[in-house]
Every structure is written in C-alpha cells, then in structure tokens.
C-alpha cells in the first residue's frame, strides 16, 4: 500500500475556517470556525436563522462564501459546484428534502450518479446495490413508487440512501428529526451510531437538546451568525448549551399556573367521525370533546393518528370530505355548514400545522402576511380599501414585539427562516384577541428562545379567556402547557387525563396504544 | 377518401410534432418556451433560403435547424442567464421573428412577402414526416432510460435538488433550450420545404402556440404529445379538405371560417385539458446559485 495514502489519524474529518456568508444585508455567517473529528458523530445547534444551514450549505458546494476557507481530511478545498464536494465523499441531507415528487425513489437516488452502459441508464443494476445497502442498514424503500406517495420517514430513508449509495464519508444531516415519530427518532439514530461505528463522520443539526445530549460526541452551538461554542458533550449540560444557544438564561420549561375554566364552551365536537378511502379503517371514530374558555386541552398522539383530519374538520367543517357525523360548534354557534371566513370572525385563531401551506403567502411581503384573515377588520380597511398606514404601525409594533427577524415589513414571508416564520403566525394570530385557539404544533422548527416566547403567549391567552387547544407530537410541550389531555391513537380518543394525574411514561404508552 | 384525409393528417402534423417535441426538452427542463413560434418562423425562413442557395433539402433543413438554435440561444441568455421572465422574452422572440424574417426576404430577394419558390425535386417528399415519428420515439428513450433525459427532468421539477446532485441545472437548461430550438427550426423546415414550396410571411401562423398546447395535452410526455399534435394535424387536414365544398347544395362556405376549426380544437382540447395536466413544476422559474 502506498503509504502517503495512509492519512494522519489527527487530522479533522472536516474543518472550516473563518467562514462568511452574507445573503443581502443578511449575515448569515461571520467568522464561523468549526472542527469536526473523524468517526464522530458531531452536533451542531443553535435558534432558527443562527445559520447552520447556511454553514452547511457552503461546506456541500451549493452556497459559495463570501470569505474562509474549507479544509477536507487537512486539505484545503474549494468548491465550484456540490459535485466537487460529493467527489471528497460529503453527503447531505436537506432540511428540506431534495426529492421530485412524480418520479421514483429510485430515479431520485440515482440521479447525478447513475450507472452507464451503452448511453443508457442501468437501473437494475443501480436497484441490486440499493436493495444490499438497504438490507445492511434496515432501510427498506419500495424503489418504484413516486416519492410523492411515501411517507416523510421513507423519504428521509430515501435521502439517507442517496448518500450511502455515494460512499459518502461525511454525512451532513439538516434536522433530521423535526419530521420523525418518536420511533422513527431512534431508529435514525440507531443507524447513525452504527454508521460512525464503522468509521463514518456524521454532522447533525438540530434544535433538540435532548437530541445533541444523547447522541452526540461533541456539539458546536451557533447564534446569530457566529459560533459560540465548541464543546464535548459529555462535559457539557442542557443548560450550558440553552444559554450559548440564546445568549441569556433561558427557562428551559415555564411554571404553568392552574388554570380556571369559565363554564362556557369554547370548542365542542361531538362524536365526529371521518371515513378514510373505502376499505381502510375510518381516519376519524367517534371523536367527542370539550374545551371550556380559560383552558388548554392538549392532544397527544405520534403523527398521523388523526390529528391533521381532526384539524380539518375542525377549521372546515364545511368541506371535509367523506364525513360521516359529528356536528362543530364554537362559543355556542353550531358551525357545521359555516365557512372558514365566518368561523374565524367569531374570534378563532389558528395557528396551522402547515405554515409554509396554510399559514403564509410565501411570495408576498410580511405586511400582507400580517394582514391575511383581518383584512376585513375595521382596524384595517374602510369602505372597501386597505388601511395602509393603520397595517404598517401596527404591523410594526407587532414584529417589533414577537421578535420577527429581520424586521423589514417589506421582506417576503419566505425570506424568514422557518421559526420566524412561526412568530409571524403568531402575531398576526394573536392581533385578533382570539377567544377560541387551536394551535398545531406551535413551536415545530422553532428555536429554544421562540418557544419559551410562544408558550408565554398561549398561557397568556388562556388566562385572558381563550379557549385552547393544543394539538402537538411533542410530549413535553403537552405537559407543559396542556390542563387536560387527550390521546389520539388511530383516530380514536383513547385516554383522556388531567396534567397533574399523569406521567410521562403513562402517556407514552398509550400513544402508542397500550 | 378517409385514406386521403389520414394520410394528410399525417403529413401536416410533422412540423407540429417537431416542434412540440422541442418544446417538450424547453419545458421539461424549466424553461417555458412560447418563443417555440419564431424558432419555428425563423427556422422556416432558414431553411427556404438554405435549400435555394444549396439545391438540396437537407442543407436547407440543416441551415433551419441553425436558425431556430441561434434563435434560441438569444432566447437562452434573457430566460437562463439574465433570468427575465420568460413569458415576455419568448413574447419579445416571437415578434423579433416575425419582423425580421419579412426583412432579411426584402434583402436577400427584394420581395416582403415570400421566398422565390423552391423547385420540386429540391423540396422533399415525405422524410421529414417519417423522421418526426422516428424522433418521437428517440425523445421517449432519451427522456426515459438516459441520464441527460433524467437530468432534463429534474431540472423542471427540482432544480435545488438536481443542483444538490452535482449538477449543473443551467447547463443542462442550455442545452434543452438549444435542442428545443434545433427542433422548432426543423418544425419550421417541414413548413416550408416539405408542405409548401416557399417561405412566405408569418407562414407558422401560431402553429407554435398549438405545438405548446399539444404539449399541455400530451401532459409533457412525447408518445402522447405526438398523438396529440395528430388530432390537431387532423382539425387542419379537415379544414382543408372542407375548403370550397359546399354546403346544402348553396354557396360555399366562407374559407375564414373553415380556417377557424384547427384553433378552435385548440381551444376546446386547452378549455377541457389544461386542468387535469401538470406542468413540470419549476417551468418559468429562473435558476440561480448563491
Ligand atoms: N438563500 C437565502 N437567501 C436569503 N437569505 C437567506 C438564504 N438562506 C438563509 N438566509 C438567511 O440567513 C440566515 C441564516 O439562515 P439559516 O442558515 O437557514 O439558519 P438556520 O439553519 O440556523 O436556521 C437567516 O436569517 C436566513 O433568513
Ligand atoms: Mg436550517
């Protein structure tokens, strides 16, 4: 063996140095040092828009930077294009994934590396490498259907797939886990440990401390552009690593005060039920609850056990298609046949599952995003025009007070990462003083700081009489916030308890439909 | 008498499935391309005049088949280079096309309205007919079973993640562009050589437009495209076959409104279609690396 090829076993996996990146008059990264050693499993956290993405993005090629440099297993590099990256082994795995909807798992994998002969395409042979990773690795993927029909956790297989199919070395991963069930979470990282056990290196960014705590080797925390710390992980602690991230002490968990339900209803649904496609069980059975003014009721339940139907039903009613019975009322007003439009003046505000889809116009400047569903409001418009100057002071005040970064009104909604995106919603959900809330998954892809914020927010709202309830995947948030809480599990309602009366352990399982 | 209809389908459906078939690599690719109908003008005009200089059709097509490239390649540096909107600047080739071919005539022949005619035994027979079905099978292998045909795909669908790939997305947009012109100039070619014996002024007259909308029919995909284009292929064959008969034993009926029936089939198949088609979900949409 030629020994020149043997590399030094101190070099770093990957190092960048003095990286900067500005977007605009963003600065997405100033001055970003990081090291990641070989064969570990390497964090990287820090609050939506702190810039890891970005960070990563230019170590994979697709972004260039400004100024720094990149070193890959102690060479320097420079990227013309991610395919020079791919060449040095890195893969990536995107936030958002890089996956064609109409076409074949298959094709998406191949795609940049496909297997040649004569000119043509050899998926066979590309399928038989595929089906032996995916054994060796517990990956299944049935290689044929377009990607746009499989679930979130098989196309992130997919995009785990495309970077073994490459020989990467260096696997980048882009939270990771904001679209995984519980189980799904430690599968992936079950396969994580395995892969740096064989000598990978592995980069993960997420914001769940948790996460970085139990599964990483070392942690790098970013904020606002900059790195701000770099340490081991077994020598650090949640808390530490909170108040890198947000730059004060943060509260990791809010003193809910008992709430004191009125006697009036806010939300009632009574035994709702939503046929699923004929043959399969129904999505919805026999929902019945309450939620009372001045309290929170949470629902519990891993991911697509119902809650987007029971959503649905519950923002349109109207429209939900295949319904079977259950009639909706709000504050007293049976609103089965009601439009959305009329629903929300009756005071409802709602923050979506969906932001991206539901909650925002992404082309569209932050002001008109602020103005959507109170563009009828007397605070905004007077016989039939816009009250421009009304909407820009008081959309000001509001990003001002939420903290929605950059604070230009004139940036579009897609510009803003992700959590601010969420305090955006926030905001313009909150301007309408709601008496009745729903919010659904409220604090998903938002930073440590911006959850504490939102969770404020909700209690306050309770407290001023709204009626909440609180749809989320993330137990803690439930037992944090909810008064009550309800299980979903195979759209039923399983379980209902009061917070104090239940572990966390109890609610687990019956998630899981124990 | 239905033979004769068939076989007239078949023969004025070429150019439109040349074209369509270039604008089949445009679209898939991301680039919208209305510019397909001067491609296809200018095409027409380079290739009469490439046969009357060289004697044979196949310079001719040739020289069409470069007309409709460099057309495209200004089309290419505005829709891919510059990222303008690519509605406007194919909007903008489409009158660069029709304003300077009667032009470029008046100089090289004095005349506005057309080329000198073509003699028959430099035009051609049927080649161009056999080589658009021959095409559309080469463009359905090409798209299905070879890299370049995935990468053109993802290139419309996903850009970012064909970028993530490796690839480079602008590259591969310039070369669909560049094929698409090549093809629309062929189009053309198949106008002015093959069905008729001259170039005359705006002689495409939105065959263009009604390629693009075989395209939307044909949802993107070639075999179907081509079976489109021969359902407006037959409107056109039909209209000029009614030309002059007469109805009910009275006067013919009015020749403009015969000529109405190949749009108005555009119309209606757009009307009834367009809604269950989906477009290559980054058509129009510029790409750019930061
Ligand atoms: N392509 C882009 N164009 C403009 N601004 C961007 C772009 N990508 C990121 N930004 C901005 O750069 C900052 C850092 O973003 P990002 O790296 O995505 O953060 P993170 O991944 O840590 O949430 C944010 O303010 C974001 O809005
Ligand atoms: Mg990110």
């Known amino acids: 063996m030629d020994s020149s090829q043997i590399v030094d076993d101190t070099t770093a996996a990957v190092e960048l140095r003095a990286l900067s990146k500005q977007f605009g008059g963003v600065r997405a990264n100033a001055d970003v040092n990081l090291r990641v050693e070989r064969g570990t499993i390497h964090g990287v956290i820090g609050e939506n828009g702190a810039g890891k993405s970005t960070a990563m993005k230019i170590l994979y090629g697709i972004y260039r930077p400004d100024a720094g440099e990149i070193f890959v297993g102690g060479k320097k590099c420079v990227w013309a294009s991610p395919s020079d990256a791919i060449a040095m082994g890195i893969g990536m795995v995107h936030q958002h994934f890089m996956l064609a909807g109409p076409y074949s798992a298959l094709d998406n994998i191949l795609l940049g590396a496909e297997p040649v002969r004569w000119g043509f395409i050899e998926r066979k042979k590309a399928r038989e490498r595929l089906e032996s990773l995916a054994r060796q690795y517990g990956l299944p993927v049935e290689w044929d259907r377009p990607v746009e029909q499989l679930p979130v956790g098989i196309q992130q297989r997919i995009e785990i797939l495309k970077l073994l199919y490459r020989h990467s070395n260096i696997l980048i991963l882009d939270e990771p886990t904001s679209v995984l069930t519980p189980q799904e979470t430690s599968d992936l990282f079950a396969n994580l440990k395995k892969l740096r056990d064989e000598g990978k290196t592995i980069v993960i960014i997420t914001h769940k401390l948790k996460e970085v705590m139990s599964f990483t080797d070392r942690v790098t925390v970013f904020r606002a552009g900059k790195v701000t710390g770099e340490v081991e992980t077994s020598r650090t602690n949640p808390q530490e690593l909170a108040n890198l991230m947000v730059g004060r002490k943060v509260v990791l968990s809010i003193d809910v005060p008992p709430a004191r339900p009125r006697p009036e209803t806010a939300i009632e649904v009574q035994g709702l039920s939503l046929a699923g496609p004929s043959g399969s069980r129904h999505k919805l059975s026999d929902v019945s609850f309450s939620v009372k003014r001045g309290e929170i009721v949470g629902v519990a339940g891993v991911e697509g056990n119902g809650q987007s139907e029971l959503l649905q039903a519950l923002l349109h009613p109207r429209e939900s298609r295949c319904r079977t019975a259950g009639p909706v009322r709000y504050l007293a007003n049976d609103v089965t046949v009601w439009d959305a439009a009329k629903i929300r003046d009756l005071g409802v505000a709602v923050i979506p599952e969906d932001r991206q889809s539901e909650g925002l116009l992404l082309e569209r400047p932050v002001s008109e995003n602020f103005l959507l569903g109170l563009q009828r409001s007397d605070a905004f418009s007077r016989a039939g025009f816009l009250r421009l100057r009304n909407l820009e002071k008081t959309a000001t005040l509001a990003v001002e007070e939420y903290d929605v970064r950059p604070r230009g009104l004139m940036n579009t909604a897609g510009q803003l990462s992700g959590g601010n995106q969420q305090k955006l919603i926030v905001a313009r959900e909150f301007q309408r003083q709601p008496q009745v809330l729903i919010a659904a998954q409220p604090t998903r892809g938002v930073d440590v700081g911006a959850i504490e914020f939102i969770h404020n927010r909700i209690v306050r709202a309770r407290d001023e009489g709204a009626g909440v309830l609180l749809v989320s995947s993330e137990l803690d948030e439930i037992l944090t916030l909810a008064d009550r809480i309800l299980v979903l599990y195979e759209g039923r309602v399983v379980a209902e308890f009061q917070r104090a009366d239940v572990s966390e352990r109890e609610l687990g399982l019956k998630m899981g439909g124990g | ?290």
């Open chain 2, 1 to 290: 008498m239905l033979a004769q209809l068939l076989a007239s389908t078949l023969r004025v459906s070429t150019p439109l499935i040349f074209a369509a078939l270039g604008g089949m690599f445009s679209e898939r690719a991301g680039v919208v391309n209305i510019a397909l109908e001067g491609m296809m003008l200018l095409g027409a005009f380079g290739a009469a005049v490439g046969t009357l200089v060289t004697h044979s059709p196949w310079l001719g097509s040739a020289c069409g088949m470069g007309a409709g490239i460099l057309l495209a390649a200004l089309y290419g540096l505005f829709a891919i280079r510059l990222r303008a909107n690519q509605i406007v600047a194919g909007t903008a080739i489409n009158m660069l096309a029709l304003g300077l071919t009667p032009f470029l005539c008046k100089i090289l022949y004095d005349v506005t309205g057309s080329t000198p005619p073509i003699p028959i035994d430099q035009r051609f027979r049927t080649a161009p007919l056999y080589l658009s079905w021959v095409l559309v099978l080469v463009c359905w292998v090409w798209m299905k079973r070879t890299p370049s045909g995935l990468w053109i795909s993802f290139a419309g669908e996903h850009p970012e993640a064909l970028n993530a790939a490796g690839i480079r997305v602008n590259r591969v947009r310039w070369l669909a562009v560049l094929i698409s012109g090549a093809l629309a100039g062929m189009g053309g070619a198949s106008l002015s050589i093959f069905l008729s014996s001259s170039f005359s002024r705006n002689m495409t007259a939105g065959r263009g437009f009604m390629a693009l909308a075989a395209l939307i029919f044909g949802k993107w995909k070639p075999v179907p495209t081509a079976i489109a284009c021969l359902l407006f292929g037959f409107a056109e064959a039909v209209q000029i076959r009614l030309q002059g008969v007469s109805l009910l034993g009275s006067k013919p009926i009015p020749v403009q409104f015969i000529q109405i029936l190949p749009y108005l089939v555009t119309i209606l198949v757009l009307a009834g279609f367009v809604g269950h088609s989906r477009a290559p979900k980054a058509a129009g949409t510029p790409f750019q690396r930061e």
